[in-house]
Nanobody, 126 residues
């Protein structure tokens, strides 16, 4: 069973930066997890996908709301992917979840993610 554990959340002033990490474990032979993503959900709002990366080729996709401010990356050797968040805004405040899918990334809102982490809180204050 694939397990995902997030870390790196916290509280930061608007304009600041945070880096989230998501460590994956529980792979078995032939069990290909190759699309990794980040989602967020603010209170009273629907869950929103913010970024995804295809670990096989490095292709990345971003939601318009974070494009140019967030960067997703992956370290294959560590089975860990990251979300570098810069120029943070109060509207970025949310619980952030990492997710994993088998196969290709299809772009924001189209990839079906099967595995989920427990979430890490990000709070941006002005």
């Amino acid at each position: 069973q694939v397990q995902l554990v997030e870390s790196g959340g916290g509280s930061v002033q608007a304009g600041g930066s945070l880096r989230l990490s998501c460590a994956a474990s529980g792979y078995t032979y032939g069990y290909s997890i190759s699309c990794m993503g980040w989602f967020r959900q603010a209170p009273g709002k629907e869950r929103e996908e913010v970024a995804e990366i295809y670990t096989g080729g490095g292709n990345t996709y971003y939601a318009d709301s974070v494009k140019g401010r967030f960067t997703i990356s992956h370290d294959n050797a560590k089975n860990t992917h990251y979300l570098q968040m810069s120029s943070l805004k109060p509207e970025d405040t949310a619980m952030y979840y990492c997710a994993a899918a088998r196969g290709l990334c299809l772009s924001i809102g189209r990839t079906v993610f099967r595995y989920w982490g427990q979430g890490t809180q990000v709070t941006v204050w002005s």
